[in-house]
């Protein structure tokens, strides 16, 4: 069972978390802010876990949920009378009759089993202005048992006068080496393989856990690597396969991007002198030692601004298969 101490990053939501559970200072609705993949569920469980402990504080380790109780072990299990996680039809909205139905008309039924009624609505950036005024109403007057906790993905998605009346919590990028760290300790990577992972996850870590299970991912990678090893010696029909192939990829164009992009900086990088130390792909030090002899710096430089326009192209919905080709033709 998850604790507060298990969470990796986070720091400041933690302590603040922590504070008002000691304090009994807590107030009716937060929101926890940032991306998918940032741990906002996670956080959350182990909130309103803490907040339902039946252990009294001073029996606990510095306001952790005890993770004995019975009220911990329903917790755990999803089945406390008391932690409601709002659920919604559509994947795309959340209903005006939902937030009624789970919420505005539920919060007025008192707690069953503890002194407070905890509401956690994920993907709260869904939820329609209807619905969103529904819940207003009840923030605006709130029975003092409730909790209401709101995970957008984005807090600008929702209405100001919701936002102004909850503890707004960001959720921070968690620290390379941490991403490093736990993809090594949990997930066996190969500390040579965490740094592309690293560099891919921005301080996502559900990102970072995500790509290293994903097939796709290492499917993409190998599909890169062979291009980038091969394309100085392919010919014009070649490249306009290996264009076709890359187009193919919708739903990874900006990993695909991502990857030419590195792999260019860790050439320009070694180029420049740098030392193994500080390349992303540390796997490919032979082709990319090779690579930045090959290439001059003027051209580097080119290819490095090429792949940024590529992005913004295909982003505007210019053909993305000729776009593609024309980056391929830079490399080459
Ligand atoms: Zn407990």
Redesign the pocket.
């Known amino acids: 069972m998850t604790k507060f101490r298990d969470i990796i990053g986070q720091e400041m939501a933690i302590r603040h978390l922590k504070g008002a559970i000691g304090s009994g200072k807590v107030a009716h609705a937060y929101i926890f802010d940032g991306e998918k993949g940032m741990g906002k569920k996670t956080l959350s469980s182990v909130f309103v876990k803490a907040l339902q402990?039946?252990?009294p504080l001073e029996n606990r380790e510095n306001t952790e949920?005890?993770?004995?109780?019975h009220?911990?072990i329903m917790a755990d299990s999803g089945s406390h009378p008391d932690i409601i996680t709002v659920t919604h039809e559509k994947p795309n909205s959340i209903g005006v009759d939902e937030i009624r139905e789970q919420v505005v008309n539920d919060v007025m039924i008192r707690p069953y089993s503890s002194g407070r009624k905890v509401y956690i609505i994920p993907d709260a950036h869904l939820m329609t202005v209807q619905a969103q005024n529904s819940l207003l109403k009840t923030l605006e007057e709130p029975p003092g048992y409730a909790v209401i906790i709101l995970l957008p993905d984005n807090k600008d998605m929702l209405l100001p006068t919701l936002i102004s009346r909850s503890v707004c919590l960001p959720m921070r990028a968690v620290k390379n080496e941490e991403i490093a760290k736990f993809l090594m300790e949990k997930k066996g990577i190969p500390a040579y393989e965490t740094e592309t992972l690293v560099s891919f996850a921005q301080g996502n870590l559900g990102k970072a856990e995500l790509l290293s299970e994903s097939e796709d991912f290492k499917e993409l990678w190998d599909e890169v690597r062979h291009l980038l090893t091969g394309i100085r010696k392919m010919s014009d029909v070649e490249v306009s396969a290996a264009a076709s192939k890359a187009q193919q990829r919708k739903d990874q164009k900006e990993d695909y991007l991502s990857f030419l992009l590195l792999w260019f900086r860790d050439v320009l990088f070694l180029k420049s002198g740098g030392e193994e130390e500080g390349v992303i792909f540390k796997g490919e030090m032979r082709e990319l030692t090779e690579a930045s002899g090959y290439y001059s710096f003027e051209r580097l430089n080119d290819i490095i601004e090429a792949i940024k326009e590529a992005d913004s192209k295909m982003e505007s919905n210019v053909n993305p298969e000729y776009t593609y080709e024309l980056l391929f033709m830079k490399m080459r």
Do not use: Q
């Open positions: 402990c039946e252990e949920p005890c993770g004995k109780c009220s911990c």
